[in-house]
């Protein structure tokens, strides 16, 4: 389970950090990211991080946010400075994880995704 906070109302030029923590019987994880989407668009990538801490950025964003984790809380942050009208969106959270399947010792991975917070900057 994926669970995002942080999200809000921000003026042009102001920051917010999202946060998502990731929840269960895991056994560990691999890549997380951030994805935006806008009503009537598709879903697209922001920022993402593997496990080993190398970073991507979507072009638009590049210089402005900065993505990091912290493995030993399951837990991504997105660091969100100099917001612009167009970063306005509904923002996911997504991590590929292996976890325990329930009463074996068995393992399954599979990405998951939270269920949104909405960020929204105002002109």
């Known amino acids: 389970q994926l669970q995002a906070s942080g999200g809000g109302l921000v003026q042009s030029g102001g920051s917010l950090r999202l946060s998502c923590v990731v929840s269960?019987?895991?056994?560990?994880?691999?890549?997380m990211g951030w994805y935006r989407q806008v009503l009537g668009k598709q879903r697209e990538l922001v920022a993402i991080?593997?496990?080993?801490?190398?970073?991507n950025y979507a072009d638009s964003v590049k210089g402005r946010f900065a993505i990091s984790r912290d493995n030993a809380k399951n837990t991504v942050h997105l660091q969100m400075d100099s917001l612009r009208a167009e970063d306005t969106g509904v923002y996911y959270c997504?991590?590929?994880?292996?976890?325990?399947?329930?009463?074996?010792?068995?393992?399954?991975?599979?990405?998951?995704w939270g269920q949104g917070t909405l960020v929204t900057v105002s002109s």
């Open positions: 991080i593997a496990s080993e801490a190398t970073t």
């Open positions: 269960g019987s895991i056994f560990s994880i691999n890549a």
């Open positions: 997504n991590a590929h994880v292996t976890a325990f399947v329930a009463g074996t010792s068995r393992r399954r991975s599979n990405d998951y």
